[in-house]
């Protein structure tokens, strides 16, 4: 079984920097990718970054050149090192696992509030 727990929320003020991290236990034997999304209150959750097991990354438009997705195979914890943060990040981040064989694991999400 696959657990991915988070961490590193909080709250902090326009243009300030959060990272947040993101344990993950069990079997990587098969494991694609992983990644950070994000649910503001009243919206979908939406992808914030992806990184693959060859390293490549997917940023959404909305955090490209303020948001930095990074893995440590060795401690098996995934980063998402956020600047320049604006209100608008505003939301609960969840890390998220995918493996092949179309099996997806989440944790339970971090909360990030961002406002003066």
């Known amino acids: 079984q696959v657990r991915l727990v988070e961490s590193g929320g909080g709250l902090v003020q326009p243009g300030g920097s959060l990272r947040l991290s993101c344990a993950a236990s069990?079997?990587?034997?098969?494991?694609?990718?992983m990644g950070w999304y994000r649910q503001a209150p009243g919206k979908e959750r939406e992808l914030v970054a992806t990184i693959t097991v060859g390293g490549s990354t997917n940023y959404a438009d909305s955090v490209k050149g303020r948001f930095t997705i990074s893995g440590d195979n060795v401690k098996n914890t995934l980063y998402l090192q956020m600047n320049s943060l604006k209100p608008e990040d505003t939301a609960v981040y969840y890390c998220?696992?995918?493996?092949?064989?179309?099996?997806?694991?989440w944790g339970q999400g971090t909360q990030v509030i961002v406002s003066s």
């Open positions: 998220w696992a995918g493996y092949f064989g179309s099996r997806d694991y």
């Open positions: 069990g079997s990587a034997f098969t494991r694609r990718a």
